[in-house]
């Protein structure tokens, strides 16, 4: 998920979404935990969030440390930090200082923190331009980057190659390859995060084989139907901006969401209406989405490869608080019954949970409890 700041060129990623249909999990659910040999327990960092807004940008603000005590004291556990990769690329040894300072304080706060190496707008365009090219500005900006990594500690720090790689597989394949490669030259012992081309989306892990690395992760994000995640956004020209009151759950014979298509094509808005109807083609339940957990599950122990869940939220602009929540806690729940890791996306911005990062008042208590069953806050 890119900051909203950043404009999405087109709906070709939002619709693909839709077709899907630190700390550590201790604790498994006993159906879960019952069928794995105990060699195969093996940890994910979960309970978390993302921070954009912090060093994938120029300027970036970091969050007050009382905000981040409070976070840690509430039973967050994990931090997904984006950071902007032309930012040290050439090696600019005042933005590796900061990343270093950065990832420091929080893992002296407890949380375990995955260092996401996000694609800037820029980069997404040098991709469709000329993929080599763009492909070589990531590998320098890890070349930069782990060093910062070396220094900090590998139970704790988990480097991401590539937020959403935009690229075809085939040429993701290899290039994740390269990345591992050059950051397991400094960094032999911390567990690599990757996920598949080119929206990280659940169901494109199906075809994707896992790294040839004993320490590794595959993370995937879920934001379906995006119909209801992404509606009333405003970052770009999709019919999603124009969707709004959606509920979850939702079947498309369901009273308001007949509502909604009538009055949408009452306006001459057919692409909207007809985004509706298709993303609830097949009704959008708590069931539908264990299937979706439960299917990536099977993936993750037909490979032996842990699985996160490190993207996924609702856009809080016209959603009803209580869609809002019972979404939320279905697909954290579907994770955590298939011992899959999670970070919210996102801390404070349109996704987010809290008012600000620079003030330890407004926390919203029922995300907080959907996301941890419990928690609070003001």
Known sequence: ?????????????????????GALLTTLPLSVAATLPAAKMRSVPSHGFNLPGWFEREGGTAPAPAVLEKLRQTGFETIRLPVNGDLVADGHQAALRGIQRGVAELVGLGFAVLVDMHPSGDLHAAFQRDPASAAERVVQAWTALRVVIADLPEDSVYPELLNEPPMERRDWLALRERLAGTLRARCPLHTLVWGPARFQGIWEIADTPPLADDRQIAAIHYYAPTAFTHQCETWDQSPLARIANLPFPATKDAPPVRALVA???????????????????SPWTEERIASDFAELGRWSGMHDCPVMLNEFGVLNFCVDAESRVRWVRAVRRAAEANRIGWAYWELDQGFGFIDSRQSAEGFDRSMIAALLDGGGGD
């Open 1 to 21: 998920m890119r900051a909203l700041e950043q404009a999405s060129p087109a709906l070709s990623r939002r619709r693909a979404l839709a077709l899907t249909g």
């Open 263 to 281: 009055k949408l094509r009452a306006t001459g808005d057919e692409e909207a209406a007809s985004l509706v109807e298709k993303e609830l083609s």
